[in-house]
């Protein structure tokens, strides 16, 4: 079994918010250069950190191979090109000074749908039969999915059936329906999944949030976009993970053009789905907690484990306060709403700033937005940020 180990780390947040500026010029450059790909090992972090913690997995990956290829990627943004937006690449002057080197993000928060879904949802749904869309979408989502594959279905002339826990947020459930989905609301995500098998049994085309070949590929054309548009090499990326579909697709498209570069998972304490079952050896189910629902998948699966193993360098665990704690520096510097899955990647960088060396570049993909402003109100009282 693959030995991980966990260590704490102190980080402190610099808020010199006199003269910064969040965004700055957007650049475009060809796409890099395509190396062979290859598996790059992953190393260890040991510090003193209020709150964040490290994870380091060395050894072999689990018995699956990850089967999503940087051709199957590139594939699915021939497919999808037109149908979803190109989001834009930023240099961020303002982050550049709190992390001490020259950083872009993908604000991939302006996507359609609120979220970086609507590729997948399109790469997956576009490649069903009339036959099939006519049967109707079933999926499991209680987030961002819900609301990507609604739009997609609809977009595609067919519908969707959106089975939810209860305790979904209202804003997430009030977008679905505004996107076209049905929802049955259920008591938790075990019941939503075996409500979910039985519409299949009965003819609906079962969609899994992030356990999908199709699904990742089309995640990873986000990837693509961030690699061509980043004006040159980046040494670091950080990037969120829920079930580790996202992840493993943009990670693939990275790691397939330059295998140097280092890719950071980021998790929100709470919802560590990815932390668990990299401790564990295998998949194992949660119950999250975390405020950052979006990242509140109830298990990783043998697929995004075997990428997590295989790409990533480390995953940063935030607290929710910290995640919380840049939403508005966010929106006030750059006049950009994250949803607390996506701020917790700048707060992950933050934490990890130690790692990068004068002259490096780092990437943060900023995965979403559907976020209700007085969560937002209410999250920073809840913890004084």
């Not at 609906?204 to 995640?219: K, L, Q, R, W």
């Not at 940063?316 to 899955?341: F, N, S, T």
Request: a positive charge.
């Amino acid at each position: 079994m693959d030995q991980v180990e966990i260590a704490a780390m102190r980080f402190r947040i610099e808020r010199n918010q006199a003269g910064e500026h969040f965004l700055g010029r957007h650049r475009h450059v060809g796409i890099l250069q395509r190396p062979d790909s290859r598996q790059v090992s992953c190393r260890q972090a040991r510090r003193q950190a209020r709150g964040v913690n490290a994870l380091s997995v060395t050894g072999k990956g689990p018995a699956m191979d990850f089967d999503v290829s940087l051709s199957d990627i590139q594939a699915a943004a021939t497919r999808i090109a037109g149908r979803v937006r190109r989001t834009p690449t930023f240099f961020s002057a303002g982050i550049s000074a709190r992390l001490g080197v020259e950083t872009v993000v993908k604000v991939e928060s302006l996507q359609l749908g609120g979220s970086f879904k609507v590729r997948g949802c399109f790469n997956k749904l576009m490649q069903l039969s009339e036959e099939e869309l006519s049967k109707g979408i079933v999926t499991v989502s209680g987030g961002n999915h819900a609301i990507a594959v609604s739009f997609v279905a609809r977009a595609l002339g067919s519908r969707a059936l959106v089975l939810m826990p209860k305790n979904a947020a209202p804003f997430n459930i009030a977008m679905t329906r505004q996107m076209g989905g049905e929802i049955e609301l259920c008591e938790d995500s075990v019941e939503a999944f075996a409500r979910a098998e039985d519409h299949a049994r009965r003819g609906m085309i079962n969609v899994h949030s992030y356990d999908d070949p199709a699904i990742i590929a089309g995640h990873g054309t986000t990837g693509l976009e961030m690699a061509s548009d980043a004006s040159g090499r980046l040494d670091h990326v950080f990037i969120s993970i829920g079930g580790g579909g996202f992840s493993a697709g943009v990670a693939a498209a990275l790691k397939g053009l330059d295998p140097a570069v280092r890719i950071w998972g980021v998790e929100t304490e709470g919802a560590t789905t990815m932390t668990q079952a990299l401790a564990a050896g295998q998949p194992v189910p949660i119950k999250p907690t975390s405020i950052a629902r979006t990242l509140g998948a109830p298990f990783a699966t043998e697929r995004t484990l075997a990428a997590a193993r295989r790409f990533l360098e480390e995953i940063v665990v935030v607290p929710d306060a910290e995640a919380v704690r840049e939403i508005p520096w966010v929106l006030q510097h750059g006049r950009v709403l994250l949803e607390p899955a996506a701020s917790c990647v700048l707060a992950a960088a933050l934490a990890r700033k130690d790692a990068f060396k004068p002259g490096e570049r780092v990437g943060l993909v900023l995965c979403g937005s559907n976020v209700a402003l007085e969560d937002i109100e209410g999250w920073r009282k809840q913890f004084g940020v």
